[in-house]
Antibody, heavy 122, light 110 residues
Framework: EAQLVESGGGLVQPGGSLRLSCAAS????????MHWVRQVSGKALEWVSG???????HYPDSVKGRFTISRENAKDFLYLQIKSLRAGDTAVYYC????????????????WGQGTMVTVSS | DIVMTQTPLSAPVTLGQPASISCRSS???????????LSWLQQRPGQPPRLLIY???NRVAGVPDRFSGSGAGTDFTLQISRVEAEDVGVYYC????????FGQGTKVEI
């Protein structure tokens, strides 16, 4: 069974940095595009980064320059490095799998983790 | 950026009755490969999102057939033929044609 488990969230001071991790299991990780999506409490989902199976990365303008997505296929891990954290980054961060060109693109996020909470506060 | 607009934002429903959610995109979601990358997700209270439908109308394995998707271009609809108690939650449309963006969410409550 395909599964994603996030970790690395916690309480961080404004201006600080954090690295989130996502452990993948139950599928061939290297064949899939992967993404990070965040959700402020009570608000809508917001896509914040994506990385293709080939390593190409994408970000919305709202986080470009502060967020860095990466993957380690040998260990089946996805990462999100966030710097210069601000109060507006407080949210649950989900990693999500997206079938891409290798397995047949759907444009959708078909497997989601349980999320990890990031709180930015002094 | 493509903006996704859902209506209504809140949908009171009656058990056993149908429900419908609309989603409109600010530009066509038809990709250069001819596919339309519009999907629907369900988020039950306290749970992560769950994919229900992809490419407008393709239901994910295990999703009850009371859920169906339709539409084209910029206008899309998620329909629940007969609402059950377990359908309570927030439903999001999402486009994957030009990067990825979500609608504001529609809260379905009994």
């Amino acid at each position: 069974e395909a599964q994603l488990v996030e970790s690395g969230g916690g309480l961080v001071q404004p201006g600080g940095s954090l690295r989130l991790s996502c452990a993948a299991s139950g599928f061939t990780f290297s064949n899939y595009d992967m993404h990070w999506v965040r959700q402020v409490s009570g608000k809508a989902l917001e896509w914040v980064s994506g990385i293709g199976a080939g390593g190409d990365t994408h970000y919305p303008d709202s986080v470009k320059g502060r967020f860095t997505i990466s993957r380690e296929n040998a260990k089946d891990f996805l990462y999100l490095q966030i710097k210069s954290l601000r109060a507006g980054d407080t949210a649950v961060y989900y990693c999500a799998r997206a079938p891409g060109a290798i397995v047949g693109a759907t444009g959708a996020f078909d497997i989601w983790g349980q999320g990890t909470m990031v709180t930015v506060s002094s | 950026d493509i903006v996704m607009t859902q209506t209504p934002l809140s949908a009171p429903v009656t058990l056993g009755q149908p429900a419908s959610i609309s989603c409109r995109s600010s530009q066509s979601l038809v990709y250069s490969d001819g596919n339309t990358y519009l999907s629907w997700l369900q988020q039950r209270p306290g749970q992560p999102p769950r994919l229900l439908i992809y490419k407008i109308s393709n239901r994910v394995a295990g999703v009850p057939d009371r859920f169906s998707g339709s539409g084209a271009g910029t206008d899309f609809t998620l329909q629940i033929s007969r609402v059950e108690a377990e359908d309570v939650g927030v439903y999001y449309c999402m486009q994957g044609t030009q990067f990825w963006t979500f609608g504001q969410g529609t809260k379905v409550e009994i």
